[in-house]
């Protein structure tokens, strides 16, 4: 398995409207992510922000492109629209990061909602898309129906970070549907995590093991699985 590299300095941080920031791409064969937020929350909350830092910092990343989908823009709190009418602006965001940043791996990264949508853009078929992470993918929709279609189409690597108390994601469903999918694909489990990844306290007590220890594992298992997938495609 590839370990994953060291984290660079010269990494740079830019907005939350998908634009990237300006200056040299820099940092050859080093990823580019492009992370999207959640149905309730923007690409500036606490959460958001956290994890943009840890997969930048973790994945030695080009850039971590964070966006708003426009429902949600502009300090707007409307109720999201079906998914499938995210796609375009999210790959109009890909799209763009894409022309800033060339030649490097593609990542496609998502909370909730925002993987449904990652992995339909990931579909799309103008882009070349290294891997796919899921973080808390809402595999059961609020009618309780089992939403594995999306899923089934993938082609690019996919690796699901899921909080084992997750009731979005029931883990017996989930892996039903691993094995009808035809992509590569890997499971990593936090435990006593819920849709967020949240631990209770006396769970972590039980275990010896805390929030962030918690998260930093599944940071460094996403950082094997996207370089393991980089490398076998370049």
């Not at 990343?61 to 999201?80: C, H, L, N, Q, W």
């Amino acid at each position: 398995m590839a370990a994953a590299r060291p984290p660079s300095k010269r990494r740079r941080t830019n907005g939350s409207d998908g634009g990237a920031t300006e200056g040299s791409p820099g940092k050859e064969g080093a990823p580019l992510v492009v992370l999207a937020h959640g149905a309730g929350a923007p690409s500036t909350s606490e959460w958001m922000l956290r994890w943009k830092e840890k997969l930048g910092e973790e994945l030695d990343a080009v850039e971590v492109v964070t966006f708003d989908y426009p429902y949600i823009s502009g300090g707007k709190r409307k109720a999201p629209p079906k998914a499938e009418k995210l796609v375009d602006h999210h790959l109009d965001v890909v799209k763009r990061a894409i022309k800033e940043y060339p030649g490097h791996p593609l990542i496609l990264v998502g909370k909730s909602m925002g993987s449904r949508v990652s992995c339909m853009v990931a579909g799309k078929e103008d882009i070349n898309v290294s891997a796919i992470v899921c973080l808390g993918y809402p595999l059961k929709g609020m009618n309780g129906v089992v939403r594995d279609e999306t899923l089934l189409q993938l082609k690019a690597p996919t690796m699901f970070v899921q909080g084992s108390k997750d009731s979005l994601c029931p883990l017996d469903k989930l892996e039903s549907t691993r094995k009808k999918m035809k992509c590569v694909n890997e499971l990593h489990v936090i435990d006593g995590g819920d849709h967020s990844f949240k631990i209770g306290k006396k769970h972590q007590q039980s275990t010896g093991i805390d929030q962030d220890e918690a998260e930093e594992r599944s940071l460094k298992a996403i950082a094997d699985f996207v370089n393991r997938s980089i490398l076998e495609q370049w």
